[in-house]
């Protein structure tokens, strides 16, 4: 995983001096060849606080996974019957998530979060974000966020889950764990539920899951 984490700064330091800082995502899929061990973030299984969250509170209606990857977290959301799109900026793992999840009736589609469709602006009974705000360069990092809670429709929930920046120091990166500040600012024009921190067993730094409700009360 280690060899994995240094070709990934390898693509990622070589795009952030392009005009096209985002670019490094589909390089990195691409360079791959299919090789999951490859892929750093990838868990090859939905994310545990992801399950345990709608174990909790069975979600239904439309659910947008933002960033979605190797479609692990899209594919759980629709094993429970959600109507569910998911999408990436790479083509290439889009492709490979189809591939994999064959079987899963998901909508799956190429997109840019920082240029979304207005078609699916308050479209969403749930809105997923797994690891993708940290993986985003600081400078775009807090316009890429204020993408989220637009996508949420009347009564939706919005649920991100990431690294909880335990220092004011953080990493180079990517990732960029986020302070409790940033955590909050995803939301801010939403109804807080709740943000849960916990270790997860067998991954070192501290994870955060934050949830928020559009409500009567929210704008």
């Known amino acids: 995983m280690e060899e994995a984490r240094e070709k990934m700064m390898e693509i990622f330091n070589r795009a952030l001096l392009s005009e096209e800082p985002l670019s490094w995502f589909e390089e990195l899929y691409s360079d791959s060849k299919r090789d999951r061990e490859k892929i750093p973030w990838d868990w090859t299984e939905p994310h545990p606080f992801v399950v345990d969250w709608a174990k909790e509170n069975r979600p239904v209606g439309k659910a947008l996974v933002v960033g979605c990857g190797l479609g692990e977290d899209a594919a759980f959301l629709s094993s429970l019957g959600l109507e569910v799109t998911a999408f990436d900026i790479s083509e290439t793992a889009v492709a490979w998530a189809k591939q994999i999840h064959h079987e899963s009736n998901i909508d799956w589609a190429v997109a840019n979060l920082l240029e979304l469709s207005d078609s699916w602006m308050g479209a969403f009974d749930l809105v997923l974000e797994v690891h993708i705000i940290q993986a985003i360069p600081k400078q775009i990092g807090e316009l890429a966020s204020n993408r989220l809670a637009p996508l949420v429709s009347d009564s939706g929930f919005l649920v991100c889950i990431g690294k909880l920046a335990e220092t004011k120091e953080g ?21 807080k539920v709740e943000i849960h921190t916990s270790i997860i067993p067998g991954k070192e730094s501290t994870r955060y899951r934050a949830v928020w409700k559009r409500s009567s009360n929210s704008s």
């Open 171 to 191: 990493p180079e990166g990517p990732p960029w764990p986020l302070s409790m500040e940033e955590i909050e600012n995803i939301g801010k024009d939403l109804e």
